[in-house]
């Protein structure tokens, strides 16, 4: 029996790693922040901005980076600029949304991607 | 036990299977078989205008007059030329670089990464003294043009050595992830949607995506590179683009010249 568990562990810690069951300990820079980033709704566009750019350079990392994040970053740090934080919160919250969603859709592709190899 | 067992079982019933590039690029083929049963798999290799008699008249009457023709000329004039230490591009290549292009991209066990040509001919340059070329800059561009000129009727024969298959199994999932803000695959659109429209453009098969580069492109009014394109299509699903030879490109053109095995290269090239 033990040496059996032995045998197959190696084996075992690799087919469950592909399951992603490996995955929780590594820190994957965007989604260690994720949940700072929901929580950010109600924050002032500033740290919107800082806990969304996180989100944006994990998604980055993945090669999973969308335009319209690095566009509405933009967008909300020019009317920070310019002093005006109802337009720079919004902006922030969209560059948020969409940065989300890239790194989902990173993940999810992790694995999905198989399924269309014919 | 008997669930470890069970488990053991479940899970490596759903182990991916290992990667098998031939075997890859024999099921690949035959999508496009029969997918386009009246296209022979060699005439992929003008792109869309293999599947759009009216788009390939106009694009026939346009090679009359072949736009990256200077390209060549220049190519061939830069690539004589000796470095500042009297050696020149030649000594870096077999065959003195000509006729080659059906080798490249392959990957180098030593360095442990994909080399492509472009990469290739700045790794020359460094060795010699000189300083490395823009990749998407017009002399890369026009020493490409000659290179893949010299080579025209090779057909490709990319190699995937053990040690290759995780940059062959990463190129892989780049050509089949879904990207952007428009969540497409490069297979959504040249694999699933093959043959398609996308506005007033018709979809190209993959299995021509290789062989006839670089391209002089009257959209760019320049001669440019896969990986130009590339990152045209990656912006146009509202993904980011990555830079001209970036690892992860790099892994791309190994995975989908690997797919063009076969094929006959027809560099330079014109498209719209």
């Known amino acids: ?118 | 036990m008997k669930i470890l067992v069970a488990l053991l079982v479940v899970f490596s019933v759903t182990l991916p299977a290992l990667a098998d590039p031939e075997a890859d690029r024999l099921a690949f083929a035959e999508f496009y078989l029969s997918r386009f049963p009246s296209i022979e798999l060699q005439a992929h290799k003008d792109g869309a205008y293999a599947l759009d008699q009216a788009k390939r008249e106009q694009w026939l009457e346009m090679e009359d007059f072949p736009p990256y023709e200077i390209a060549v000329d220049e190519g061939e004039l830069l690539y004589a030329r000796a470095f500042d230490n009297g050696e020149s591009y030649a000594a870096c290549f077999d065959q003195g670089g000509l006729g080659i292009k059906q080798n490249y991209p392959y990957f180098d066990i030593e360095r442990s990464e994909v080399i492509t040509l472009e990469m290739a001919l700045n790794l020359c340059r460094e060795k010699h003294g000189e300083a490395p070329l823009d990749y998407a800059g017009e002399l890369m561009g026009n020493l490409t043009a000659y290179m893949a000129y010299t080579s025209r009727g090779n057909k490709f024969a990319i190699t995937v050595p053990p040690e290759g298959l995780s940059a062959y199994e990463a190129g892989k999932q780049f050509f089949y992830e879904r990207r952007g803000q428009l969540n497409f695959a490069c297979s959504s659109c040249h694999l699933q949607s093959a043959g398609g429209m996308l506005r007033a453009e018709i979809l190209s098969a993959s299995i021509g995506h290789a062989t006839h580069w670089p391209t002089y492109r009257f959209k760019w009014e320049q001669i440019g590179g896969l990986h130009k394109r590339f990152i045209e299509c990656n912006e146009q699903v509202g993904a980011e683009g990555l830079a001209q030879q970036s690892p992860a490109y790099r892994n791309l053109e190994y995975f989908l010249t690997y797919m063009n095995n076969g094929m006959t290269l027809n560099g330079p090239a014109s498209r719209k």
Request: charged content about 20%; proline content about 3%; aromatic content about 6%.
């Open chain 1, 1 to 118: 029996m033990i040496t059996i568990v032995s045998r197959y562990s190696l084996h075992l810690c690799l087919v469950l790693s592909l399951f992603g069951c490996g995955e929780s300990n590594s820190v994957k820079p965007g989604e260690a922040t994720l949940a700072k980033a929901d929580a950010a709704a109600s924050d002032s566009p500033e740290v919107i901005l800082f806990a969304t750019k996180s989100l944006y350079n994990g998604a980055k990392q993945k090669d999973h980076a969308w335009i319209a994040t690095s566009r509405e970053i933009a967008v909300a740090e020019k009317a920070l600029e310019a002093g005006d934080l109802a337009a720079a919160r919004q902006a922030a919250l969209r560059a948020q949304l969409t940065a989300q969603a890239s790194l989902a859709q990173a993940n999810l592709e992790s694995q999905a991607w198989r399924t269309r190899v014919p």
